[in-house]
């Protein structure tokens, strides 16, 4: 959350700073600013909303070659002009921006205001700058003068999380960084060097990256970085290449980033399974895993660990491995998984699940795993990524850039990618070569699938009149087995985009409880593709129509239940197994269009942000 930009060399630094915050807004968008160092000393802009209103504040020729950047996403302190970083130190010539939360503020800034520090902000970032800026300028202390140890002195008193960029006004050469549970990753141009929390900010200006690792703290200057660790200790850091899966992510023919992630899902789903699968064995096989047949046999449960849409995906594919490699399986909230001191059974084989890479929640479940001796790997999209790189294997999924806030061709991906692992680990386990190659046929089929689902996707606009209508209080979404998970995708999405309260529930279950919730005419969409719980769900959206609620059935193409339903909507068959991936396909367009219908703001919804690095 949160997104830093800096630069340094001899280009002007505003043009620079302000792309790179256009390309890093999807990590927050409450507010924005920037610092450079002109002729006139430190130049402070910030302005509450978008990249757009800082960009009218700033004159176009602001003089100046190294500067930071920032936009925000808000945890302490509302949404205002005075909490928008950067923030300045008292002498008004140390500025920082910063990602992350320090735990330890409260203390921190009562101590301060006891020395007669005054706070500007309700921020716990200007607790940082001020204590940098009090070590820095103590004639008593060692670091006096010294930035780079300033700034250690300061952190070793914080708890919590950064990634933090500091300009000092004495050195207008060099930017000064730090990381600890925030990522920031640094480019290297031909006299020109760059930070950015993530390397979509950098792709326009460099390929030829060095990521910081936690405990780092820096000096970037027009020639590189040097790094060293908290104690002063130097590091050699390895200078990596970007990958062409860094793109553009721009908005293409389409209105909106959303539409366009949803509609390159056949594509993104050919891209995951190209190369991995192994028509003539009945099997796949995942490189980065680095899994022998002997380490395959060995796995004696799995678990599955991610947030929001990345959890939902977990929970199919737990779905997906326990029914067909029967392998115990289990999806976990990353959140709720790290703080519940979990057992971690040494045979048993993790799974990190995240479009970002980054999301603080699941790198804290990762490092809990890790702490006990456990066995965790990614199934990430960020090439690179802070989860890429602290599981050291894993599974790229390969959707290519996703930048709308709401997930979608991640979510796909993700199950497609859980798919392949299931047939690898099913062709070692339980199912044989024949039983196989019907599966890896049907895999291979859903691209197609999803691409003639997309063509004609049936009557999704008379769901968003249902959705819309004045009368609607609640959307309820029911589904059974692999299908419960894709109920809670829709619902998630449709908050997300579209502000609508809605419920999802496994669909047995809605009686014990949310069924007092209906009402006559109250929307209720069933995912009920052809399956063995079908049957059992057709009773259970008989009973909402008892109820007087409208239904509309998401169902396998050609199937009966249409009958059953106020509302038919028909995706192409596919193995019920599969059928996620064609289900939530109408869920995603009705989010989308419902959002659209109520003027919401689809790609950047209200107090969310894309990469979630705070917990
Ligand atoms: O980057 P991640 O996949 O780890 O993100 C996890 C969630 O924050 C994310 O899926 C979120 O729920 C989406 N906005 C949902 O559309």
Known sequence: MCGIVATVGSSQATRILLDGLHRLEYRGYDSAGLAVIGPDGLQLHRKVGRVQELAGDVPEDLPGSIGIAHTRWATH??????????HLDSSGRIAVVHNGIIENMAPLKARLEAEGVVFRSQTDSEVLVHLIGRIYRDPESPACGD???AMRSALRLVRGTWGIAVLFADHPGAIFTARNGSPLVVGLGD????????????????????????GDVARIDADGVQTTRMDGGAVDSAIETLDDTWGEGDRGDYPHLMLKEIHEQPEALERCLSGRIVPEGGTAKLGGLDLDARELGRISRIGLIGCGTAYYACQVGAELIEKLARVPAKAEIASEFRHRNPVIDPDALFFAVSQSGETADTMGAIREIQLKGGRVMGVVNV??????RACGHGVYIHSGPEMAVASTKAFSNMVAALAVFTLMLARQRTLSAHEGRRYVEQLRAVPDLVRRYLANPGPIDTLVEWVTDPRTRMVLFLGRGGSAPVAAEGALKLMEVAYVPCIAYPAGEMKHGPIALLERDAPVIVIAPRDELRDKTLSNLQECKARGARVAIIHSDGDAIARHADLSIPVPETNPLFSPLLTVLPLQLLAYRT???LGRDIDRPRNLAKSVTVE
């Open 77 to 86: 302190g509302e949404v205002t002009e005075d909490n928008a970083h950067p």
């Open 147 to 149: 930035p780079l140890a």
């Open 191 to 214: 006299g020109q060097s760059y930070l950015a929390s993530d390397p979509q900010a950098l792709v326009p200006y460099t390929r030829r990256v060095v990521f910081l690792e936690d």
């Open 383 to 388: 090439v690179g990524s802070s989860i890429a």
């Open 595 to 597: 959002g659209l219908a």
